[in-house]
T-cell receptor, first 113, second 114 residues
Framework: EAGVAQSPRYKIIEKRQSVAFWCNPISGHATLYWYQQILGQGPKLLIQFQNNGVVDDSQLPKDRFSAERLKGVDSTLKIQPAKLEDSAVYLC???????????FGPGTRLTVT | EDKVVQSPLSLVVHEGDTVTLNCSYEVTNFRSLLWYKQEKKAPTFLFMLTSSGIEKKSGRLSSILDKKELFSILNITATQTGDSAVYLCAVEARGGAGSYQLTFGKGTKLSVIP
C-alpha cells in the first residue's frame, strides 16, 4: 500500500514570498490533515478535511495560510506571504475516518530567510 | 486547553537496556491516546490505546493506558541503536462539528548507544 506522498521535500524562500505544498493521501482515506511541526515541538494541526469539506481550521492563520482539497483527494497548502516564523516541517497525514491513527507523509521542510 | 506532557524530554541508554517513556494528559472528551516514533522524517504510528489496563504489544515495544490517572507509558525492552528516535505521545479528543483533534506532546528523544 502506498503511503502519503508530499512534495517538495525541501523549500527555501525569502520572507514575503509565497510557497505551496502538495499532498496525496493514502488511497481511500477520506480525512486529510495538514500539521506544522516547529523544531523541538510536536506537530500542531493547521487544517482537517473530510472529503473536500473543511472540518477544522481553527488554528490556521487565515491571513496568510490557505488550503484546498478540491476533488476530495489531493490537497495543497499555500503560504502567502511567508514570515520567518513559518520555518517548520509541514506534515500531511490521512486517516480512513474522522478519528483514529493518522498516517503521516515524509513532510516538507520549509526554511524562510 | 488540552495538554499533553511527556517525560523525560531526552534519555540516553546503552544497547540492551529497558526504557520507560511517560505521557500524562489533561483533555476533555478523551477518545484515544496514540504513540508515534519519529526519526528524521515523518512520525510512524506505533499504538493506539482506548481502554485502561489493556497492554498493546509489538515486538519489544509495549504500551498501556491508565484513564483514571490520565497517563500512559511506552516500554522498550532490549533496546537497539535503531530505536534511537523521538517518541511522540498524542491524545485524541472530540472537538467541534464532529471532528477529533490530536494534541501532541513535545516528545522524548531517545538515544541508544552501542
Amino acid at each position: 500500500e502506498a503511503g502519503v506522498a508530499q512534495s517538495p521535500r525541501y523549500k527555501i524562500i525569502e520572507k514575503r514570498q509565497s510557497v505551496a505544498f502538495w499532498c496525496n493521501p493514502i488511497s481511500g482515506h477520506a480525512t486529510l490533515y495538514w500539521y506544522q511541526q516547529i523544531l523541538g515541538q510536536g506537530p500542531k494541526l493547521l487544517i482537517q478535511f473530510q472529503n473536500n469539506g473543511v472540518v477544522d481550521d481553527s488554528q490556521l492563520p487565515k491571513d496568510r495560510f490557505s488550503a484546498e482539497r478540491l476533488k476530495g483527494v489531493d490537497s495543497t497548502l499555500k503560504i502567502q506571504p511567508a514570515k520567518l516564523e513559518d520555518s517548520a516541517v509541514y506534515l500531511c497525514a490521512s486517516s480512513s475516518g474522522l478519528a483514529g491513527g493518522r498516517y503521516f507523509g515524509p513532510g516538507t521542510r520549509l526554511t524562510v530567510t | 486547553e488540552d495538554k499533553v506532557v511527556q517525560s523525560p524530554l531526552s534519555l540516553v541508554v546503552h544497547e540492551g537496556d529497558t526504557v520507560t517513556l511517560n505521557c500524562s494528559y489533561e483533555v476533555t472528551n478523551f477518545r484515544s491516546l496514540l504513540w508515534y516514533k519519529q526519526e528524521k522524517k515523518a512520525p510512524t504510528f506505533l499504538f493506539m490505546l482506548t481502554s485502561s489496563g489493556i497492554e498493546k504489544k509489538s515486538g519489544r515495544l509495549s504500551s498501556i493506558l491508565d484513564k483514571k490517572e490520565l497517563f500512559s507509558i511506552l516500554n522498550i525492552t532490549a533496546t537497539q541503536t535503531g530505536d534511537s528516535a523521538v517518541y511522540l505521545c498524542a491524545v485524541e479528543a472530540r472537538g467541534g462539528a464532529g471532528s477529533y483533534q490530536l494534541t501532541f506532546g513535545k516528545g522524548t528523544k531517545l538515544s541508544v548507544i552501542p
